[in-house]
């Protein structure tokens, strides 16, 4: 079972680049990375996936080493509106496994 | 909007009592999950759904049920309602399972007074 830890709460000022580590040291051979955004009391939104190296699209880059056991989501030039809970998800293949969202990192952006 | 319906969006009952969420996934999506999410709480995963049959399993209480339609609409059943179950209730869906992404409702919002 790949569970997730990262870190709690970040902080960061407008225009910075923002990046939020994610720890799955048994993330299996076939499981993907997912990353979500959350704003309060809405659903979580799809941002990024990616199985290994990097990943990127219009909002945002992930990296992954080649090991898998960790990965990075890195948010360019935030601005206030990226406010939120990030959370990192590694997907179960298997039947019967929980799919595990973690607590989630709460980035505030600052003026 | 993700595509996701979620109904109602707000629901107020008793403890005791006994309530159904619903849930319509995207079109073409036949997975549905379920979660809970507390006050300033992460998301926790109740269950899965994947064409009509359970796939997953969270940590759902045994007062909480649930069921996927023909029509892949799903319900999620919580009877004998108590104080802690006060809680926002997302349901994504997705093509299938695993690595594929979820796309959530807007959530219903149950205060159990």
């Known amino acids: 079972l790949a569970k997730t830890t990262q870190p709690i709460s970040m902080d960061s000022y407008e225009g910075q680049e923002v990046n939020i580590t994610c720890s799955h040291n048994?993330?299996?051979?076939?499981?993907?990375i997912t990353w979500y955004q959350q704003f309060p009391s809405q659903g979580p939104r799809f941002i990024i996936q990616g199985y290994k190296t990097k990943v990127t699209n219009e909002v945002a880059s992930l990296f992954i080493p080649a090991d898998r056991k960790s990965s990075t989501l890195s948010l360019p030039r935030v601005s206030l509106s990226d406010t939120a809970v990030y959370y990192c998800?590694?997907?179960?293949?298997?039947?019967?496994?929980?799919?595990?969202f973690g607590g989630g990192t709460r980035l505030m952006v600052k003026p | 909007d993700s595509g996701v319906t979620q109904t109602p969006k707000h629901l107020i009952t008793a403890t005791g009592q006994r309530v159904t969420l619903r849930c319509s996934p995207r079109s073409g999506d036949l997975s549905v999950y379920w979660y809970q999410q507390s006050l300033d709480q992460g998301l926790q995963f109740l269950i899965q759904y994947y064409n009509g049959e359970e796939r997953a399993k969270g940590n759902i209480l045994e007062r909480f049920s649930a069921q996927q339609f023909p029509d892949l609409h799903s319900e999620l059943n919580l009877s004998s309602l108590e104080l802690g179950d006060s809680a926002l209730y997302f349901c994504?869906?997705?093509?299938?399972?695993?690595?594929?992404?979820?796309?959530f409702g807007a959530g219903t919002r149950l205060s159990v007074l």
């Open positions: 994504a869906s997705s093509v299938g399972w695993g690595k594929n992404i979820q796309y």
């Open positions: 998800l590694v997907g179960e293949e298997n039947a019967g496994n929980m799919l595990t």
């Open positions: 048994n993330i299996a051979t076939n499981d993907y």
